[in-house]
């Protein structure tokens, strides 16, 4: 069974055919960035009084931490497209111990931070799950730190694998150095400080994305960061969070396949807009203007914190990329697009370093080194990242996500610039993260 570029697949058997070919021009607005989403549910449901949370983004990720929060006694009001959401805090307290377990769905994200949420809640026990990848993702990389607080974690694999069971303790203040800069387990940490007894300072080996930093410190948080690069996060309890109102930007995630899309379709223009540019995020963007990509930023703008602006693309030729180092935290989520960049770059990109893939929604490096190659590219994996070569002309194939949504969306920008049809399977998989992507696809092809 196969559905048109037009509407999305209607059941996970579906597939969907994109034709090559074509161009892609006009204006569009992506959806709430993901990680702010999440922490402004996250903060809301412990601070005092009422949050409003304007640009949610209403997908399964974001839903799965609300229906977490609600199982724990929070109000969140109905999320959907266009809604400002509400909820009404419990304080650092007052979350109730569940009457079922959690459900995390997809989101590593959901499952993760809770983790941090909940291991300081005294007395209280709760038990957590998701589907079946998310089952398979690793979970010791945030509980082994906390458990430096005194978490008492348990899970399949020594505490590695969900379901996961978090028995509430009093977590005592303590000096941890993460072994991954990772923003999941920086921020589950930051969580679990909150309620600590005595001071709690996070020390990464690089900086990772830092809006749970800048939310806590609006929220009230006695949060300060030092160290040469921001590496180093420091809370002291005992300060009262207080409900804000939060404005969420575009994800600047969610635009990557928009950035890449008009950089390497002939004709293409493309105004992607309100997009988050916080400087944790953006190296994205560092990367295309590397390959000399034809991207302007348009009307920079503060939003509740957070620095936003427009972003203009068209194409035209483009240098190979060497990427690595402290760089992979700030485009982690980028890496399968930029690899259907590389592909269409004059010469050999590399990707190092970027063993994190390994561990997400799916092994990214394997996914994409099968499903491009399965559409003629010279890509090569290796244990820390991939080698592609470029110019490199793809061919429409049968591909697949492999439930991965940002592996579904990249292929279809590889299918932008192939010749003949590319049929994706499991292209529901968008959802997660950008709920419209194929009706907008469709209308900027128009």
Same mark, same amino acid.
């Given at each position: 069974?196969?559905?048109?570029?037009?509407?999305?697949?209607?059941?996970?058997?579906?597939?969907?055919?994109?034709?090559?070919?074509?161009?892609?021009?006009?204006?569009?607005?992506?959806?709430?960035?993901?990680?702010?989403?999440?922490?402004?549910?996250?903060?809301?449901?412990?601070?005092? &009084?009422?949050?409003?949370?304007?640009?949610?983004?209403?997908?399964?990720?974001? +839903?799965?931490?609300?229906?977490?929060?609600? $199982?724990?006694?929070?109000?969140?009001?109905?999320?959907?497209?266009?809604?400002?959401?509400? #909820?009404?805090?419990?304080?650092?307290?007052?979350?109730?111990?569940?009457?079922?377990?959690?459900?995390?769905?997809?989101?590593?994200?959901?499952?993760?931070?809770?983790? %941090? +949420?909940?291991?300081?809640?005294?007395?209280?026990?709760?038990?957590?799950?998701?589907?079946?990848?998310?089952?398979? !993702?690793?979970?010791?990389?945030?509980?082994?730190?906390?458990?430096?607080?005194?978490?008492?974690?348990?899970?399949?694999?020594?505490?590695?694998?969900?379901?996961?069971?978090?028995?509430?303790?009093?977590?005592?203040?303590?000096?941890?150095?993460?072994?991954? $800069?990772?923003?999941?387990?920086?921020?589950?940490?930051?969580?679990?400080?909150?309620?600590? *007894? &005595?001071?709690?300072?996070?020390?990464?080996?690089?900086?990772?994305?830092?809006?749970?930093?800048?939310?806590?410190?609006?929220?009230?948080?006695?949060?300060?960061?030092?160290?040469?690069?921001?590496?180093? #996060?420091? =809370?002291?309890?005992?300060?009262?969070?207080?409900?804000?109102?939060?404005?969420?930007? %575009?994800?600047?995630?969610?635009? $990557?396949?928009?950035?890449?899309?008009?950089?390497?379709?002939? /004709?293409?223009?493309?105004?992607?807009?309100?997009?988050?540019?916080?400087?944790?995020?953006?190296?994205?963007?560092?990367?295309?203007?590397?390959? /000399?990509? !034809?991207?302007?930023? +348009?009307?920079?703008?503060?939003?509740?914190?957070?620095?936003?602006?427009?972003?203009? #693309?068209?194409?035209?030729?483009?240098?190979?990329?060497?990427?690595?180092?402290?760089?992979?935290?700030?485009?982690?989520?980028?890496?399968?697009?930029?690899?259907?960049?590389?592909?269409?770059?004059?010469?050999?990109?590399?990707?190092?370093?970027?063993?994190?893939?390994? =561990?997400?929604?799916?092994?990214?490096?394997?996914?994409?080194?099968?499903?491009?190659?399965?559409? /003629?590219?010279?890509?090569? *994996?290796?244990?820390?990242?991939?080698?592609? *070569? %470029?110019?490199?002309? +793809?061919? /429409?194939?049968?591909?697949?996500?492999?439930?991965?949504? !940002?592996?579904?969306?990249?292929?279809?920008?590889?299918?932008?610039?192939?010749? %003949?049809?590319?049929?994706?399977?499991? $292209?529901?998989?968008?959802?997660?993260?950008?709920?419209?992507?194929?009706?907008?696809?469709?209308?900027?092809?128009?």
């Amino acid at each position: 069974m196969s559905s048109s570029l037009s509407s999305a697949p209607a059941s996970p058997a579906a597939a969907l055919t994109l034709p090559g070919g074509g161009s892609l021009r006009g204006r569009v607005r992506v959806p709430g960035d993901k990680s702010i989403s999440h922490r402004a549910l996250l903060f809301g449901a412990i601070a005092e &009084g009422e949050t409003v949370i304007d640009g949610l983004l209403p997908a399964e990720d974001p +839903l799965s931490t609300a229906a977490c929060l609600r $199982a724990m006694g929070v109000a969140v009001s109905p999320i959907g497209a266009g809604e400002v959401v509400r #909820v009404s805090g419990v304080g650092l307290d007052g979350l109730r111990e569940p009457e079922a377990v959690l459900d995390c769905g997809n989101s590593g994200t959901t499952m993760r931070l809770m983790l %941090g +949420l909940l291991a300081g809640r005294a007395g209280r026990h709760f038990v957590l799950t998701g589907d079946a990848s998310l089952r398979r !993702r690793p979970m010791r990389r945030v509980a082994g730190p906390l458990s430096e607080m005194g978490a008492e974690i348990h899970g399949r694999q020594d505490g590695n694998l969900a379901p996961l069971a978090v028995q509430g303790r009093r977590l005592h203040g303590a000096t941890i150095r993460t072994p991954v $800069a990772s923003a999941q387990v920086k921020s589950a940490l930051l969580l679990a400080a909150l309620t600590a *007894e &005595g001071p709690t300072t996070v020390i990464e080996p690089a900086h990772s994305r830092d809006h749970s930093e800048r939310m806590l410190r609006a929220f009230g948080a006695d949060l300060s960061v030092a160290g040469p690069a921001g590496t180093d #996060v420091t =809370v002291r309890p005992g300060a009262v969070l207080r409900g804000q109102p939060v404005t969420v930007p %575009g994800d600047i995630s969610s635009a $990557a396949f928009w950035l890449v899309a008009g950089a390497i379709t002939p /004709g293409a223009e493309l105004t992607v807009e309100n997009v988050g540019l916080n400087p944790s995020r953006t190296g994205i963007l560092e990367v295309l203007e590397a390959m /000399g990509a !034809r991207i302007e930023v +348009l009307e920079r703008r503060d939003v509740a914190g957070e620095p936003v602006g427009d972003l203009r #693309v068209s194409h035209g030729p483009l240098r190979p990329f060497r990427i690595g180092g402290d760089l992979i935290p700030r485009l982690v989520d980028e890496i399968p697009v930029l690899a259907v960049a590389a592909c269409c770059a004059e010469g050999t990109s590399r990707i190092v370093d970027a063993e994190e893939l390994r =561990v997400k929604e799916t092994d990214r490096l394997a996914v994409m080194a099968r499903q491009l190659g399965a559409m /003629g590219a010279r890509i090569e *994996e290796h244990p820390g990242g991939l080698t592609i *070569e %470029g110019v490199t002309p +793809l061919r /429409g194939a049968a591909v697949d996500s492999e439930t991965d949504h !940002r592996v579904a969306m990249s292929l279809a920008v590889a299918a932008l610039i192939a010749s %003949g049809e590319t049929t994706l399977g499991q $292209a529901e998989a968008a959802a997660v993260s950008y709920p419209g992507f194929w009706d907008d696809l469709a209308r900027l092809r128009a």
